[in-house]
């Protein structure tokens, strides 16, 4: 599994890392849930027959900005103005969780600027007879086993690669969920 | 020094298997265990508690704002000091506090706090805690990357609604208000004095000592578990040329005092234990939602704890600061509670002398004294609210005495105030 490349764009003043892999008709990617701290293999399959572009959201892993977003409307033009940067205007998009919400939500307010959406299992869809789990109210233990059918591929995209930072490292991850977090309740 | 009597309000009639068959005291508490027919009594019984500590001679009473839970009942902590501004006349009424991101719009909060001002002759203390994450980010459905913002918007807020004397616009980012102006308007001038709760924060400590504000450490871990907090807060201090006056800092501590020790365990052992076994039995899932705690504060806890570990791996493991939870664990019963110092029992010389210790220790001329805790009934309360100002507090009352307390309320003078209550006994006379 190589690398992919990365670059750096700016959303409102704040680095965004952008990653580029594989050849042919442009597909990007938004993550769910916490980000993408690394590189995954589904992202590789993609990249077989596309160029994957993969934008990290204001405040997931690689990128900040989460804390001057205060609405919903703040989120979506952030979105909108990363993914133009990024080179994804009128591509094909794909997201999880919360990226698979933005993908849709990005379709509606500006279908001239997505080609085709792909979903996987988007965030924010909300039944107050059946609310969904809360992953922001959970024990640490718990939450590779909830959002992940494979809790040990979860443990593994989270792990502190050699190397890294012990004190950032878990500060980036929890200023993901802190910014997945901010994208849905005001 | 200043002696506080500080009442939680706990849920007093949790059962027994509390612990093993309910997850939480907190945010998702069942209904069932809540019978208002016996919280008719345990309001009661507080307020009389709390009425009698201000005739026992306390300096202050005190209450504070919790939602959804069994630790603490009092949602509204500004209708119980309301109530108490009616029944006491001289004891200063400290509310610890509102959360003011809560309060929508905050000026709520000046408004209310100027009517408890008002009523109560101008004896009020302002607590503005931001709350802990179970009562704003769960049972308020607050998100807690916001709630600092707010917190400090709405602080501003109230700050100007107090002190401004023409009607202003407020354009805030959270808050947007055409026409500030309150009524009623707070006695003290140019404000009541403000407390923040808090805890090994480094950035609230800052942001109190630059507003002259006082800084309370409501832990209840003892004080010999709070030492390292207390020093990184005066050390913070004279970082910023703040002399080490006291009273800057309150610290909360549980408290039993008996005619001796052996009484002392006979009487308090079973408050206690269901005090750290049921009133702070918090499922951990509520317990730090991202975006809570600051980046720097997360910085400052991960360096030192990598700090800690590396330090604890060359001196072995009891070397460790040990964390909320692990503090938690060791509560488990009352030899584990009063071996580790969480809560100070004994006879009146015991207690004396290690209220002595604390105060010296930590430099805390504001003591907020826990002395009704988990079910302790009304009588034990009387008893230990008692005993301890009559053989306790004289001899804590002197210490510090060369220190001027520039945090605590300035009534009106007694001849200015309303006779309360006014038409009590057969004739108005009767009043006076």
Redesign the interface.
């Known amino acids: 599994m190589s690398e992919p490349t990365t670059t750096t764009v700016d959303v409102n003043g704040h680095p965004c890392r952008v990653w580029t892999k594989g050849s042919g008709p442009k597909i990007g990617f938004l993550a769910g849930f916490g980000g993408l701290p690394r590189w995954i293999p589904f992202l590789d399959r993609l990249a077989e027959s596309r160029t994957v572009i993969v934008p990290s959201l204001p405040g997931f892993p690689g990128a900040t900005g989460?804390?001057i977003l205060?609405t919903h409307l703040d989120w979506l033009v952030a979105v909108r103005t990363l993914l133009t940067k990024a080179g994804l205007d009128g591509a094909d998009l794909a997201g999880s969780s919360v990226g698979g919400s933005f993908v849709a939500e990005i379709a509606a307010l500006w279908p001239q600027s997505v080609r085709r959406i792909a979903m996987i299992a988007p965030f924010g869809l909300f039944d107050e007879n059946n609310p969904a789990t809360d992953v922001?109210?959970?024990?640490a233990d718990?939450v590779p086993a909830l959002l992940c059918a494979k809790p040990e591929a979860y443990k593994e995209l989270k792990a502190i690669p050699a190397g890294a930072n012990?004190?950032e490292w878990?500060?980036e991850q929890?200023?993901a969920?802190?910014?997945a977090?901010?994208i849905f309740?005001? | 020094m200043k002696m506080l009597w500080f009442h939680l309000m706990p849920y007093t009639e949790l059962p027994d298997d509390f612990k093993e068959k309910h997850p939480s005291v907190w945010v998702d508490i069942h209904s069932s265990l809540f019978d208002p027919k016996r919280a008719h009594h345990m309001y009661n019984d507080f307020l009389d508690e709390l009425e009698y500590a201000a005739e026992c001679g306390y300096d202050a009473i005190c209450c504070n704002e919790h939602h959804s839970n069994g630790y603490g009942l009092m949602p509204s902590p500004n209708l119980i000091a309301t109530a108490l501004a009616r029944r006491t006349t001289d004891t200063a009424i400290c509310v610890m506090g509102n959360s003011l991101a809560l309060y929508n719009p905050p000026t709520r909060v000046a408004e209310e706090f100027a009517m408890i001002d008002c009523i109560s002759g101008g004896r009020l203390i302002a607590g503005f805690p931001v709350g802990t994450p179970m009562d704003t980010?769960?049972a308020y459905?607050q998100?807690?990357?916001?709630l600092r913002?707010r917190y400090n918007e709405a602080h501003d807020l109230v700050m100007r609604a107090w002190q401004e004397k023409d009607t202003f616009a407020f354009n805030g980012?959270?808050n947007q208000q055409r026409y500030v102006n309150i009524w009623p308007r707070p006695i003290q001038e140019p404000h009541p004095p403000i407390w923040i709760p808090g805890a090994g924060s480094v950035e609230t400590w800052r942001w109190a000592a630059e507003r002259d504000y006082v800084f309370c450490y409501l832990s209840y871990y003892g004080y010999k578990m709070a030492q390292t907090v207390m020093k990184g807060f005066w050390a913070e201090m004279d970082r910023l040329g703040k002399d080490r006056n006291p009273y800057r800092a309150g610290f909360a501590q549980v408290v039993g005092v008996a005619e001796s020790r052996q009484q002392a365990m006979d009487l308090y052992t079973e408050p206690a234990e269901y005090f750290y076994g049921r009133c702070l039995h918090v499922?951990?899932?509520?317990a730090s939602?991202?975006?809570y705690t600051t980046?720097a504060t997360?910085?400052v806890g991960?360096?030192s704890q990598?700090k800690m570990a590396a330090e604890a791996s060359k001196a072995g493991p009891s070397a460790q600061q040990p964390s909320a939870m692990k503090m938690q664990s060791l509560a488990r019963d009352m030899k584990g509670i009063v071996d580790n110092g969480y809560v100070i029992v004994g006879s009146p010389d015991d207690v004396t002398d290690q209220l002595m210790e604390l105060a010296k220790t930590l430099n805390v001329g504001q003591l907020m004294l826990l002395m009704q805790f988990g079910s302790m009934s009304k009588d034990v309360t009387k008893y230990n609210t008692r005993l301890f100002a009559e053989k306790v507090m004289p001899r804590l009352k002197p210490l510090f005495s060369e220190w001027e307390n520039k945090w605590w309320p300035k009534p009106l003078r007694v001849a200015e105030r309303a006779a309360l209550p006014a038409f009590a006994g057969s004739s108005p006379a009767a009043a006076e």
């Open positions: 989460h804390n205060d922001w109210a959970q024990r718990d012990s004190v878990p500060i929890t200023r969920a802190e910014a977090a901010r309740c005001r | 980010t769960y459905g998100n807690p990357s916001m913002e980012r959270f499922d951990p899932r509520f939602p991202p975006g980046e997360q910085r991960l360096e990598v």
